[in-house]
């Protein structure tokens, strides 16, 4: 190309330069961009045929875009070339700065390798810078590095056949096709940074727009729950305090969502389960509590906790998830109820009378001296022990509770059924830690020595199987009923009347002497034998009890058998005409 009109070719490449560099940096796409640096190579640089071999990810090289020949261009382009295969093309010939021109009289080694190729025919070169139709030309692209110098990473590689002049480019068509390629470069690394930024941005509306239709999901669910929710502050001084609450939750505590905001779940939670909160985790903890409602009464709930989390900042607050389990509750107490009482007269049965026997005494029983084990008992049950004006006998009168309160379902009817009594406590008591356990003693010999110990009194119905026969089981049930409730209204709050089967029932009074167990006996045969008046008749029923001692050392069992014991020793030291009933 050293002619005399080099200078005015050196113009027009430069003006072709010009309007093809241009052209490369407005393209709107990589594709874009990639054909029209095929394009340029063959309008501004005075080819017949360029391709464009992009690396892809994995190295390898694959011809991204062909200008100059259709036949070709549906040929090889979308073929790939090995990464191996391509060193080796990079690596051979001659290098003309960073392109390598390989001559036909050595690249016919590469004809059988695994990069795409377009042969083209002609005839053998007459002179020594003719093009022979199997010479090689690639000009590699690599990233920009700093001052404009080509470094690094290769980006691909421009392949060039067929200068339309016929001969080997001279110093300056090699020049202008190095600098194309240095710009080929940098549009096409500007290209891919747009189509990353555009994907970017895609994926970021994308994220956007799933992340409000999470929101106005979690929104919706939130709102719209069945169950209560609520949103609470998690961390800092203001830990716990709500911030958000559904309508189902202040339908359930019958206070507004302006109201909500100004307490935490502390504030509101039952004073006996406030523990219970505060052991409850926050990330998936759950706990069945008590929470006050605006009028004063509490409901039984289930609370589940989760956090939710941001992945930079942390925990960002505390969902409470807060289920009504009023119903469940209730219907739990009523069964509780029912496997512990006695369906007909609703007294204990025979199971919870030997549970409580059992945890008043142990299997150790503990040597004290009399007065000590007067002292011991007094302090434990001192509540009983102070005596009214009526007598010795004080504490016994009409008008007491009939029986120990249960710790489930009494409680609950205690409270008028409003919801807030219930009282499930742990399992276990106060004497499960012997440490802790006071012994439970019993007067030595028969006279009162003014021991307090817990009397078992053992009591059998006299006569009441010829009411059976005489009037029926209606009317036995009826009788047995009436026992009941005299017997319960005899004894002390604390006192536990039980039906242990039958016509056989049995009191447990704790903090009695002797003679308190004696009159205690004589006072609630004088209630039972009154006469009870069933479907107009009146019916008369005797009663006769052996007095028990139960303390440390003996089985629950035990304790009852003895009393049942000096029941029949009872009975049978009576007139039988004074068991029998009318």
Same mark, same amino acid.
């Given at each position: 190309?050293?002619?005399?009109?080099? &200078?005015?070719?050196?113009?027009?490449?430069?003006?072709?330069?010009?309007?093809?560099?241009?052209?490369?940096?407005?393209?709107?796409?990589?594709?874009?961009?990639?054909?029209? !640096?095929?394009?340029?190579?063959?309008?501004?640089?005075?080819?017949?045929?360029?391709?464009?071999?992009?690396?892809?990810?994995?190295?390898?090289? !694959?011809?991204?875009?062909?200008?100059?020949?259709?036949?070709?261009?549906?040929?090889?382009?979308?073929?790939?070339?090995?990464?191996?295969?391509?060193?080796?093309?990079?690596?051979?010939?001659?290098?003309?700065?960073? +392109? @390598?021109?390989?001559?036909?009289?050595?690249?016919?080694?590469?004809?059988?390798?695994?990069?795409?190729?377009?042969?083209?025919?002609?005839?053998?070169?007459?002179?020594?810078?003719?093009?022979?139709?199997?010479?090689?030309?690639?000009?590699?692209?690599?990233?920009?590095?700093?001052?404009?110098?080509?470094?690094?990473?290769?980006?691909?590689?421009?392949?060039?056949?067929?200068?339309? =002049?016929?001969?080997?480019?001279?110093?300056?068509?090699?020049?202008?096709?190095?600098?194309?390629?240095?710009?080929?470069?940098?549009?096409?690394?500007?290209?891919?940074?747009?189509?990353?930024?555009?994907?970017?941005?895609?994926?970021? *509306?994308?994220?956007?727009?799933? +992340?409000?239709?999470?929101?106005?999901?979690?929104?919706?669910?939130?709102?719209?729950?069945?169950?209560?929710?609520?949103?609470?502050?998690?961390?800092?001084?203001?830990?716990?305090?709500?911030?958000?609450?559904?309508?189902?939750?202040?339908?359930?505590?019958? @206070? &507004?969502?302006?109201?909500?905001?100004?307490?935490?779940?502390?504030?509101? %939670?039952? &004073?006996?389960?406030?523990?219970?909160?505060?052991?409850?985790?926050?990330?998936? #903890?759950?706990? *069945?509590?008590?929470?006050?409602?605006?009028?004063?009464?509490?409901?039984? !709930?289930?609370?589940? =906790?989760?956090?939710?989390?941001?992945?930079?900042?942390?925990?960002?607050?505390?969902?409470? /998830?807060?289920?009504?389990?009023?119903? @469940?509750?209730?219907?739990?107490?009523?069964?509780?109820?029912?496997?512990?009482?006695?369906?007909?007269?609703?007294?204990?049965?025979?199971?919870?009378?030997?549970?409580?026997?059992?945890?008043?005494?142990?299997?150790?029983?503990?040597?004290?001296?009399?007065?000590?084990?007067?002292?011991?008992? =007094?302090?434990?049950?001192?509540?009983?022990?102070?005596?009214?004006?009526?007598?010795?006998?004080?504490?016994? #009168?009409? $008008?007491?509770?009939?029986?120990?309160?249960?710790?489930?379902?009494?409680?609950?009817?205690?409270?008028?059924?409003? $919801? /807030?009594?219930?009282?499930?406590?742990?399992?276990?008591?106060?004497?499960?830690?012997?440490?802790? /356990?006071?012994?439970?003693?019993?007067?030595?010999?028969?006279?009162?020595?003014?021991?307090?110990?817990?009397? %078992?009194?053992?009591?059998?119905?006299?006569?009441?199987?010829?009411?059976?026969?005489?009037? $029926?089981?209606?009317?036995?049930?009826?009788?047995?009923?009436?026992?009941?409730?005299?017997?319960?209204?005899?004894?002390?709050?604390?006192?536990?009347?039980?039906? +242990?089967?039958?016509?056989?029932?049995?009191?447990?009074?704790?903090?009695?002497?002797?003679?308190?167990?004696?009159?205690?006996?004589?006072?609630?045969?004088?209630?039972?034998?009154?006469?009870?008046?069933?479907?107009?008749?009146?019916?008369?029923?005797?009663?006769?009890?052996?007095?028990?001692?139960?303390?440390? #050392?003996?089985?629950?069992?035990?304790?009852?058998?003895?009393?049942?014991?000096?029941?029949? !020793?009872?009975? @049978?030291?009576?007139?039988?005409?004074?068991?029998?009933?009318?």
């Amino acid at each position: 190309m050293e002619t005399e009109s080099e &200078p005015y070719v050196r113009l027009t490449t430069l003006r072709q330069l010009h309007q093809v560099m241009a052209d490369m940096n407005t393209a709107r796409s990589l594709a874009d961009t990639l054909q029209t !640096v095929a394009d340029g190579v063959v309008n501004g640089l005075g080819y017949e045929l360029a391709c464009v071999n992009l690396v892809r990810p994995d190295g390898d090289l !694959v011809v991204a875009a062909l200008s100059g020949n259709s036949a070709a261009e549906a040929l090889i382009t979308g073929r790939v070339g090995s990464r191996a295969s391509w060193d080796r093309r990079l690596n051979m010939g001659e290098a003309w700065g960073d +392109l @390598r021109f390989i001559p036909h009289t050595e690249g016919w080694v590469l004809d059988e390798d695994d990069v795409p190729q377009w042969y083209t025919d002609g005839p053998a070169p007459r002179f020594e810078d003719e093009w022979h139709p199997s010479d090689r030309l690639f000009a590699p692209m690599y990233t920009p590095g700093a001052g404009g110098a080509s470094c690094g990473e290769l980006l691909g590689v421009l392949s060039v056949d067929r200068p339309r =002049n016929g001969r080997r480019p001279g110093a300056w068509g090699r020049e202008a096709l190095q600098m194309y390629a240095f710009q080929a470069a940098i549009a096409i690394s500007n290209a891919r940074l747009r189509a990353n930024m555009q994907r970017a941005l895609v994926r970021l *509306e994308r994220e956007q727009q799933a +992340l409000r239709a999470s929101e106005e999901s979690f929104r919706q669910a939130f709102e719209y729950a069945p169950s209560g929710m609520a949103i609470a502050e998690m961390g800092g001084d203001q830990h716990g305090r709500i911030l958000r609450t559904n309508d189902a939750l202040c339908r359930l505590l019958g @206070r &507004p969502a302006s109201a909500m905001r100004r307490y935490a779940f502390s504030d509101l %939670v039952h &004073p006996e389960d406030i523990g219970t909160l505060l052991r409850t985790s926050a990330e998936g #903890g759950r706990a *069945e509590l008590r929470l006050g409602r605006r009028d004063g009464t509490y409901v039984w !709930v289930s609370l589940r =906790n989760s956090v939710v989390a941001d992945a930079a900042d942390g925990p960002r607050f505390l969902l409470t /998830h807060v289920e009504d389990i009023e119903e @469940r509750k209730r219907r739990e107490l009523q069964l509780a109820h029912r496997a512990s009482h006695d369906a007909l007269t609703g007294l204990p049965n025979s199971a919870e009378l030997r549970s409580r026997l059992s945890a008043r005494i142990c299997q150790r029983p503990q040597s004290l001296p009399a007065g000590a084990a007067a002292d011991s008992m =007094n302090a434990a049950f001192g509540q009983f022990g102070e005596q009214g004006e009526g007598g010795e006998f004080g504490e016994y #009168g009409a $008008g007491h509770a009939a029986r120990l309160p249960h710790p489930s379902f009494d409680a609950y009817e205690a409270a008028g059924h409003s $919801g /807030h009594a219930f009282d499930f406590h742990a399992a276990g008591g106060p004497y499960d830690a012997f440490d802790h /356990h006071v012994h439970t003693v019993a007067p030595e010999d028969e006279r009162d020595d003014g021991t307090k110990g817990l009397a %078992v009194l053992f009591c059998d119905l006299d006569g009441f199987k010829s009411i059976n026969d005489r009037f $029926g089981h209606n009317a036995g049930d009826a009788v047995l009923i009436e026992v009941a409730r005299r017997l319960s209204r005899g004894v002390r709050d604390g006192d536990t009347v039980a039906r +242990l089967g039958g016509d056989e029932f049995v009191v447990l009074a704790d903090g009695l002497g002797r003679a308190d167990a004696q009159d205690l006996a004589v006072r609630l045969r004088n209630e039972i034998i009154q006469p009870i008046r069933v479907d107009g008749r009146a019916m008369r029923v005797g009663a006769s009890f052996g007095i028990g001692w139960a303390h440390c #050392g003996m089985t629950a069992d035990e304790v009852l058998k003895s009393a049942d014991e000096r029941m029949y !020793v009872e009975k @049978r030291s009576r007139p039988r005409q004074h068991r029998r009933a009318g």
